[in-house]
């Protein structure tokens, strides 16, 4: 007398219908693509970068949300705070970033007044540079300002208002806006000569980013690659043929960890409909190379 797989027996439709409910994209392809597209780096005129910095080809995974960089024209581009900058040079090694505001890049009127500001979290300054405030809509600069420090914009479609330039970040005062940009001290000189100062905004000026770089190295050490763990927020290592990242890949010899064990194909299953329950989550809790092998001795016998 045969025996029924199943004490219940759910119609084929049925097997169709879990079937459908669990199949899904493997993890590993996922993390693979990870380490392929992390692998590749940001490339735009002269400037290179990988980790930290995403953008352009390398996805969000691939570096700190506050650093992702753009390439228009060949030129590459980044915001930090609601300002735009163009990249000047990304000096990996020492974790230096140079950049320059776009709109002092025409002159010395912007079309927005935004501040330079960095989130302390993620930046940090570099020794030798201070903070230069322009005020812009004065309707008189102080006497004490010297001449060739004095400029002026047109604000709300007014011709020749008067602007001025002051040491530190400060405010506009009494006056219609201002913008503080950090530049370099030894640029700076007793009387400020326009022509100067200009240029040195051109130059741009050096943040450094605040990335934990060892474990980067360590990942690297590793045959794998740096990217941002999104529910962390931590550095991770994305690897080859891996379903997770971590702060290392398996080094070349090493044991893999042993999957979990599953019936042998064509085993003879003898399940009440509770237990086919039960034995489906298992089959949940399987990287899913494994879910066919799972599920292929309920279908066929």
């Known amino acids: 007398m045969n025996h029924p797989v199943f004490s219940l027996s759910p119609s084929p439709s049925v097997f169709v219908i879990v079937l459908l409910l669990f199949v899904q994209v493997p993890s590993s392809v996922s993390n693979s693509a990870l380490f392929a597209d992390c692998a590749n780096k940001f490339v735009c005129g002269n400037i290179s970068a990988d980790f930290p910095f995403w ?15 753009k390439c228009e024209d060949n030129i590459a ?5 609601q300002a735009a900058y163009r990249v000047l040079d990304i000096n990996q090694d020492d974790g230096i970033l140079r950049i320059a505001r776009e709109d002092y890049l025409v002159g010395l009127c912007p079309p927005q007044f935004v501040n330079s500001t960095f989130n302390p979290k993620v930046f ?9 405030t322009f005020i812009y809509g004065c309707m008189a600069a102080p ?25 530190g970040a400060t405010g506009p005062g009494e006056c219609y ?7 370099s001290i030894t640029d700076l000189a007793p009387v400020v000569i326009m022509p100067d100062l200009e240029q040195s905004l051109k130059e741009g000026f050096e943040v450094r980013w605040k990335v934990d770089g060892e474990a980067c190295r360590e990942c690297n050490r590793s045959s794998g690659v740096c990217g941002i763990d999104s529910v962390t927020n931590q550095t991770t290592c994305y690897c080859p043929n891996q379903s997770s990242g971590s702060r290392t890949c398996a080094l070349h010899g090493s044991t893999p960890n042993a999957d979990p064990a599953i019936p042998a194909r064509g085993m003879y299953l ?17 990287h899913t190379p494994w879910f066919l092998p799972c599920f292929i001795p309920l279908i066929l016998f």
């Open 55 to 69: 953008g352009t080809g390398r996805p969000p995974a691939c570096g700190i949300p506050q650093l992702e960089l």
């Open 77 to 81: 581009k980044m915001n930090i705070s």
């Open 124 to 132: 940090e300054s570099v020794e030798g540079y201070t903070n230069l």
């Open 143 to 167: 006497t004490a300002m010297p001449v060739p420090g004095l400029f002026t914009c047109k604000i709300n479609a007014v011709n020749y208002q008067s602007g001025y330039i002051q040491a």
């Open 177 to 183: 806006g201002s913008v503080f940009v950090p530049i």
């Open 270 to 286: 003898n399940f009440s409909s509770n237990q086919f329950m039960k034995y489906s989550s298992h089959c949940l809790m399987l």
